[in-house]
């Protein structure tokens, strides 16, 4: 017995010490979790503190550069009009400035301290811009602004704001992220809670305190609960709610014992009274309920909740229950999400069914999976007969096998498809339609479906084929008047010389014989007969210079020596009218490298014309020489004192066969080619001419010529060569990113792979700087504000002259079934993968040469290298259509001559794989083979600009080249 008691002893002993360490072990769980729990609290109220300190300081720095921009504003506005309203706004904003800066100064002293300096640099600057103006009058005021001060200083502003609000940005980011941990915290508090009233309930019995403790416990996993919780009596007042249910309620300090429910969510009483009394009066529970509201504190606002009720206290024995107890959820949130994504899919599905084109989906093989309405309103066929490959029955016969093979291609290569072919409308006329196709790719790289778009350009194709049939008319009408006046030059001037040197020789004889009344008569026809070849002598240049055969001839030259035989020249016809020729040449004008002849006449004609509309007064010829190294320019103006223009005769000033009006052609005379040839030889030698003048005082004209002409390529027959684009420009990238920190990445990339960068930081200026700068490519990201990257695309393809432009997506949305349907040459995935985008840009770097020659004979390839180089092409060589695909990825050439017979890959091969390339569908491409060819083989060679035997001339080749590849610069300007 001893020894059973000693063993009973031992096992309570053993029981007590468990029940002792369980409750230690309680306790302290009970502690940690408060403790976090607490913790947790005063984060958050401190998160919250900064957070609304942050957004204080974003607000006061948005107020502060409005409030400095609008003083940039009104200085502006002043300056440029003079009109003291512009200064309402200026002093507004310099009066709100000092506010908005002890606010920001208020908010963050040292980081807003290089602001407050700038600011205060920027408000003194514009009041020294509108004390300029005031002072010195309006160029002082424009100097000021033109200065760029003003300008480096607010963009100095701007970087600074920025740079506060992107630091309190990451504040709040990083509070955001403090509040994520917090909760995961409140978890773990609320399991611990949990495990502490577990461990505390076990020992109940023993220890009353331990009792309360758990009590305690409960309440505070009820407080602290995410989702809110409520005990009701039977008359649905109020026992407990914890702090979730009160915070859903918007009044959480009202919220009290013993009030009724609807007292605190009194939105949702029409809704749940009734289920509630089903559950107090039937003990039924009701599980997740939705409801929603209005909200208490915004009306225009409605919220959404989730909530459960169950009888509390009901027995077996049908007794009452005791009250209600309620769960709630407030689901707003997810709610929002599930209609945002709604609204989502239905503005795509209204943007398919308003598009002009026809948008459509197939399977991983290209086949109709399910119906295509689009299509089958487009085709007039019925969903069952365009079901898998049925559609190819809308295509034209002679296109069927070609768009089998394209998408037999796409398939197996995983590629965008991009063709045209003719479709069979509903009412039986075929269209031709631009198809453009794209994949959808899976993760593990697999097809999952294709999204496509067929366009109508019908009409485009009509408007090309008229576009055409116009341009060659109108080359051969030029041409023809090209003919007409070379052949009549010599026709001419041959009578004329023969007037001229007979009156000469008439003149001496009658002077011999004594006759000197005859020398007068003799005198106007000699005199008559020069003004007539001097008009040929205009008409044939003007014809020339038209035509581009107008050739140039650079030498060096003294330019104080030229003028000084140009003014000796014209001294006599100055003096005529009881003028004086003042010349100012001055020292250090020095040499230069041009077409003296071409410039002497632009000197005859501005002197000569001046002397004519000025009588007894001035006509100066200043000389000046500006600029160093390679932009150094001579500055020619001759300035005279006669009878000057109206803005209305200066608008037509320069126009052949024009004056400035019928009375100045009858009181004056000449023809009006005067100027308009000075102005076209002053293009022609690099340079150009303008003209000032106040009517009844006199005009100013200012010729600025290179110091050194840039030289002039010219084909055998005279004509200018089609110049390339300078390679900086052919080489421009275009970066439009709203991202400072992607722009600066991808210009850096893309400088080191040799290109020229551009960048925008948004879709507005992007469109702008595309229209002025035409680049190679462009980048475009599509998150942006205001304008996004999709808008910004479909802009670009409806813009005829950037719609050849290769656009590469470079974004965070995966979608290149999207991206290819509405265009885009490509897609690279952010983060960029730069070993992806460096693959892709590689496609649009320029060619080694103008001509690509595709032949695997290498006497045709030196022939045709021989004769193009003479005419001034460079050339690039490929011996098959492999080798010349090489080549064209490298970089894209201005035309292509392609032979058909060729080992690997033949000519029609490689014209086909050509096409599908991105950005190589417009590249002139002439056949030039010695193979017969057919009716079937000019059908595959329907992408071939030309087709031409081998029997044909070279010179008829360069020809067809000419026509092809036309002059980039208009001789007009």
């Known amino acids: 017995m001893p020894d059973a008691a000693r063993v009973r002893d031992t096992k309570d002993a053993g029981s007590w010490d468990r029940l002792r360490a369980t409750s230690w072990l309680a306790g302290g769980v009970l502690i940690a979790s408060l403790a976090i729990a607490a913790w947790g609290y005063l984060r958050d109220r401190q998160f919250d503190a900064s957070t609304r300190h942050d957004n204080r300081l974003i607000i006061a720095t948005e107020r502060l550069l409005s409030s400095l921009k609008d003083v940039e504003t009104g200085q502006r506005g002043f300056i440029i009009t003079g009109k003291d309203e512009y200064l309402e706004p200026y002093r507004s904003g310099l009066a709100a400035v000092p506010a908005d800066l002890a606010t920001v100064s208020a908010l963050d002293g040292v980081g807003a301290q290089p602001l407050s300096d700038l600011v205060r640099n920027r408000s003194f600057e514009a009041a020294q811009g509108i004390d300029a103006y005031r002072i010195d009058g309006p160029a002082a005021g424009a100097a000021h602004i033109q200065a760029g001060v003003g300008k480096s200083l607010m963009?100095?502003?701007?970087?600074?704001?920025?740079?506060?609000?992107?630091?309190?940005?990451?504040?709040?980011?990083?509070?955001?992220?403090?509040?994520?941990?917090?909760?995961?915290?409140?978890?773990?508090?609320?399991?611990?809670?949990?495990?502490?009233?577990?461990?505390?309930?076990?020992?109940?019995?023993?220890?009353?305190?331990?009792?309360?403790?758990?009590?305690?416990?409960?309440?505070?996993?009820?407080?602290?609960?995410?989702?809110?919780?409520?005990?009701?009596?039977?008359?649905?007042?109020?026992r407990h709610i914890n702090g979730a249910l009160a915070k859903m309620s918007e009044r959480a300090l009202s919220a009290t014992p013993g009030m009724s429910i609807w007292e605190v969510i009194p939105q949702l009483r029409d809704t749940l009274e009734a289920k509630l009394g089903q559950v107090v009066e039937g003990g039924r529970s009701l599980a997740n309920v939705e409801v929603e509201a209005a909200s208490n504190l915004r009306q225009d606002q409605t919220r959404h909740f989730q909530a459960s009720f169950y009888p509390l206290g009901r027995t077996d024995r049908g007794e009452a229950n005791d009250g209600v107890g309620m769960v709630i959820a407030d689901v707003t949130g997810?709610?929002?999400?599930?209609?945002?994504?709604?609204?989502?899919?239905?503005?795509?599905?209204?943007?398919?069914?308003?598009?002009?084109?026809?948008?459509?989906?197939?399977?991983?093989?290209?086949?109709?999976?399910?119906?295509?309405?689009?299509?089958?309103?487009?085709?007039?066929?019925?969903?069952?007969?365009?079901?898998?490959?049925?559609?190819?029955?809308?295509?034209?016969?002679?296109?069927?096998?070609?768009?089998?093979?394209?998408?037999?291609?796409?398939?197996?290569?995983?590629?965008?498809?991009?063709?045209?072919?003719?479709?069979?409308?509903?009412?039986?006329?075929?269209?031709?339609?631009?198809?453009?196709?794209?994949?959808?790719?899976?993760?593990?790289?697999?097809?999952?479906?294709?999204?496509?778009?067929?366009?109508?350009?019908?009409?485009?194709?009509?408007?090309?084929?008229?576009?055409?049939?116009?341009?060659?008319?109108?080359?051969?009408?030029?041409?023809?008047?090209?003919?007409?006046?070379?052949?009549?030059?010599?026709?001419?001037?041959?009578?004329?010389?023969?007037?001229?040197?007979y009156s000469e020789m008439m003149e001496e004889e009658v002077e011999d014989l004594g006759e000197t009344g005859l020398l007068t008569d003799l005198g106007k026809i000699k005199s008559n007969a020069r003004h007539l070849l001097s008009l040929i002598n205009d008409v044939l240049d003007l014809s020339k210079i038209e035509a581009n055969r107008m050739d140039t001839f650079a030498e060096d030259v003294q330019v104080a020596t030229l003028v000084e035989e140009a003014a000796g020249t014209v001294g006599a016809l100055v003096a005529q009218k009881g003028n004086v020729l003042v010349v100012d040449v001055a020292p250090g004008a020095g040499a230069m490298h041009t077409d003296v002849v071409k410039l002497r006449q632009c000197l005859f004609n501005l002197l000569s014309n001046a002397s004519k509309f000025t009588e007894n007064g001035r006509v100066t010829l200043q000389v000046r020489r500006e600029g160093e190294m390679d932009a150094t320019v001579l500055v020619f103006r001759v300035v005279d004192t006669g009878i000057g223009m109206t803005e209305e005769q200066l608008g037509r000033l320069f126009q052949r066969f024009a004056q400035a009006d019928e009375t100045t052609t009858r009181k004056f005379g000449g023809t009006g080619l005067g100027l308009a040839i000075t102005k076209a030889f002053s293009r022609l030698l690099g340079g150009d001419i303008t003209v000032e003048s106040t009517y009844g005082e006199g005009t100013t004209f200012t010729l600025r010529l290179p110091a050194y002409m840039p030289e002039q390529q010219t084909y055998e027959d005279g004509s200018a060569v089609p110049g390339r684009e300078h390679q900086e420009d052919r080489q421009t990238v275009l970066v439009i990113d709203?991202?400072?920190?992607?722009?600066?990445?991808?210009?850096?990339?893309?400088?080191?792979?040799?290109?020229?960068?551009?960048?925008?930081?948004?879709?507005?200026?992007?469109?702008?700087?595309?229209?002025?700068?035409?680049?190679?490519?462009?980048?475009?990201?599509?998150?942006?504000?205001?304008?996004?990257?999709?808008?910004?695309?479909?802009?670009?393809?409806?813009?005829?002259?950037?719609?050849?432009?290769?656009?590469?997506?470079?974004?965070?949305?995966?979608?290149?079934?999207?991206?290819?349907t509405l265009g885009a040459a490509d897609h690279v995935d952010k983060p960029v993968r730069w070993d992806k985008l460096k693959s892709v840009m590689?496609?649009?770097?320029?060619?080694?040469?103008?001509?690509?020659?595709?032949?695997?004979?290498?006497?045709?390839?030196?022939?045709?290298?021989?004769?193009?180089?003479?005419?001034?092409?460079?050339?690039?060589?490929?011996?098959?259509?492999?080798?010349?695909?090489?080549?064209?990825?490298?970089?894209?050439?201005?035309?292509?001559?392609?032979?058909?017979?060729?080992?690997?890959?033949?000519?029609?091969?490689?014209?086909?794989?050509?096409?599908?390339?991105?950005g190589c569908a417009d590249i002139p491409v002439i056949v030039f083979s010695a193979r017969d060819i057919s009716a079937a083989d000019r059908r595959r060679l329907h992408d071939a600009d030309r087709i031409m035997g081998k029997t044909t001339s070279l010179r008829d080749v360069t020809a067809e080249l000419r026509v092809l590849v036309p002059t980039g610069e208009d001789p007009e300007g």
């Open 334 to 501: 997810r709610k929002r999400a599930e209609r945002s994504t709604k609204e989502g899919e239905e503005r795509f599905r209204t943007l398919v069914q308003a598009s002009a084109a026809i948008i459509w989906t197939a399977d991983a093989t290209g086949a109709f999976a399910r119906a295509q309405p689009n299509w089958n309103r487009f085709t007039g066929q019925t969903a069952e007969e365009a079901m898998g490959w049925g559609r190819l029955a809308c295509v034209h016969p002679d296109d069927v096998e070609d768009t089998r093979a394209a998408w037999r291609a796409a398939v197996a290569t995983l590629q965008p498809i991009a063709l045209e072919h003719r479709i069979r409308r509903h009412d039986g006329e075929w269209r031709y339609m631009a198809l453009s196709a794209a994949p959808v790719i899976e993760d593990d790289g697999t097809i999952r479906e294709w999204v496509a778009s067929h366009t109508d350009i019908s009409d485009r194709r009509e408007a090309e084929l008229m576009l055409s049939a116009a341009k060659d008319a109108a080359e051969s009408a030029n041409q023809a008047k090209s003919s007409f006046l070379a052949n009549m030059s010599h026709e001419l001037r041959t009578p004329l010389s023969a007037v001229i040197g």
């Open 842 to 918: 590689e496609r649009f770097r320029d060619a080694e040469g103008d001509v690509l020659v595709v032949d695997d004979d290498p006497s045709v390839r030196e022939r045709l290298r021989t004769t193009l180089e003479r005419q001034g092409w460079s050339v690039v060589e490929a011996v098959n259509g492999q080798d010349a695909l090489i080549k064209v990825l490298h970089g894209p050439p201005r035309a292509i001559l392609l032979d058909l017979n060729m080992p690997l890959m033949d000519g029609f091969a490689f014209l086909h794989s050509l096409r599908e390339k991105p």
């Open 738 to 820: 709203d991202d400072p920190a992607q722009l600066e990445l991808m210009v850096k990339f893309l400088e080191r792979q040799d290109f020229n960068v551009r960048t925008a930081s948004n879709g507005q200026s992007g469109l702008e700087i595309a229209r002025m700068v035409k680049p190679r490519a462009i980048t475009l990201d599509v998150m942006m504000p205001h304008v996004d990257g999709w808008a910004v695309l479909t802009a670009l393809k409806a813009d005829p002259e950037l719609a050849k432009i290769p656009v590469i997506m470079v974004t965070f949305n995966n979608d290149n079934g999207l991206s290819a």
């Open 155 to 238: 963009d100095r502003v701007r970087l600074q704001v920025a740079a506060l609000q992107k630091a309190a940005d990451e504040r709040i980011a990083s509070a955001q992220r403090g509040r994520d941990t917090d909760d995961l915290l409140r978890v773990a508090s609320a399991v611990g809670l949990l495990l502490a009233f577990a461990g505390l309930g076990s020992v109940a019995v023993q220890r009353r305190r331990e009792h309360r403790a758990g009590q305690a416990l409960l309440e505070g996993v009820l407080e602290n609960a995410p989702i809110g919780l409520g005990f009701l009596d039977r008359s649905l007042r109020i």
